[in-house]
Each structure stands twice: as structure tokens, then as C-alpha cells.
């Protein structure tokens, strides 16, 4: 089993949620958060004054999934969220030594 975590623009989020509905992942945890990389912020202006927005606005996906489910929905992230400009976002991908759903006490694949 795997963990992917992705972290993407927001406005991308429900066009991601549904292509991954789609190929059948339909177990998801989304989380608001912000951060910074090479896109290094923006500059805006608010009444007038000019200012810098280091810690960008990102929504963060975590998903575990069957290791014969990872490759088809890393391919299907990159289409569905790339924009082609710098912000797109990062995948991770670690693995997972188990899995166990609470309420049925069942492990590794069947709790996925």
C-alpha cells in the first residue's frame, strides 16, 4: 500500500476530486493549507499599499491506496492538475506498512 500525498491549487481541487471519483478512489482527506516553493509568493496591491504574499493558499489531498492504484492516479493528478505555471503543486508518495479500519478491525488491503 501506498500514501500519496498531493498538494495543488485550490481552484483545481473539484476538477481532481471528480477525475479520481471517476477511476474509483473515493476514500480522500483534503486539508486547506499554505505554503511556499520556487513560486516564491505574489505581490498585490490593497488600499493602496503594495505587499507580499509568501505563504500561498494550497489544498493538500492524502490518499492510500493499493499499490496496483498508484501509478493510474499520479498520471491522472498531473493531467488533471497541471497548469503549466509555476504553483502546480508537488505529489509524494511513501509507503505504508498497514492499514486498519476502526470499526471492522480489518488490515492492510481490505481496509483500504
Not at 64 to 73: G, H, T
Request: aromatic content about 2%.
Amino acid at each position: 500500500m501506498k500514501k500519496v500525498e498531493c498538494i495543488i491549487r485550490p481552484q483545481r481541487l473539484e476538477e481532481v476530486k471528480a477525475a479520481l471519483t471517476e477511476l474509483g478512489v473515493v476514500g480522500m482527506t483534503v486539508q486547506d493549507v499554505r505554503g511556499c516553493g520556487k513560486q516564491k509568493g505574489v505581490t498585490a496591491m490593497y488600499r493602496g499599499m503594495e505587499y507580499t504574499m509568501t505563504l500561498l493558499p494550497k489544498v493538500k489531498i492524502d490518499l492510500v491506496l493499493r499499490d496496483d492504484q498508484v501509478e493510474e492516479v499520479v498520471e491522472t493528478l498531473l493531467q488533471v492538475a497541471r497548469t503549466g505555471e509555476l504553483g502546480d503543486g508537488k505529489i509524494f508518495i511513501t509507503n505504508l506498512e498497514d492499514v486498519i479500519r476502526i470499526r471492522t478491525g480489518e488490515r492492510g488491503d481490505a481496509a483500504v
